[in-house]
């Protein structure tokens, strides 16, 4: 993260906030999400990326009900090309088939690359949000409901 310019989550005490035992309640909770890559042989399985999916956050006390997914912790390995793709189409299809209306998430502010791989994706800003030294772009997407 240092090379590639990323500040959010290897300066700012993120593990302090999100030690190990979180993402053990979270797997327990069925909120820990995991893409796996796998080869034909199995000898080179891996995961490519992760995210808790909440159906509520504090970052968008926004002052109206909204049935949304709110992903967080969201994380893919740079290798896996596409798999961040891969891993919110896949919620954005698991939140309609629930009924949720929106996909919501946020990011960091200071990160161009990541505000315009989300509105690539069609995540629209929604307003901004601070958490500590943590401040970020809230982004969400409308889902067609079926």
């Known amino acids: 993260m240092n090379e590639k310019g990323i500040d959010q989550w290897n300066n700012n005490g993120y593990l302090d906030d999100y030690p190990v035992t979180y993402y053990y309640e979270q797997q327990k909770a069925g909120r820990l999400f995991a893409m796996k890559i796998e080869t034909a042989d199995?000898?080179?399985?891996r995961i490519a990326g992760a995210v808790v999916l909440l159906s509520e956050d504090p970052r968008w006390d926004d002052g109206y009900?909204?049935?949304?997914?709110?992903?967080?912790n969201f994380v893919t390995d740079l290798t896996a090309k596409g798999a961040g793709r891969e891993i919110i189409k896949a919620v954005e299809a698991?939140?309609?088939?629930?009924h949720k209306e929106r996909v919501r998430l946020d990011c960091s502010i200071d990160n161009p690359f990541l505000n315009q791989y989300y509105e690539s994706m069609g995540y629209e800003m929604a307003g901004t949000c601070k958490d500590g030294v943590y401040e970020g772009n809230r982004r969400e997407k409308c889902l067609a409901l079926q």
Request: net charge negative; hydrophobic share 35%; proline share 0%.
């Open 94 to 98: 698991l939140a309609v088939n629930d």
């Open 42 to 45: 199995g000898t080179d399985d």
């Open 65 to 72: 009900e909204v049935s949304a997914y709110y992903l967080h």
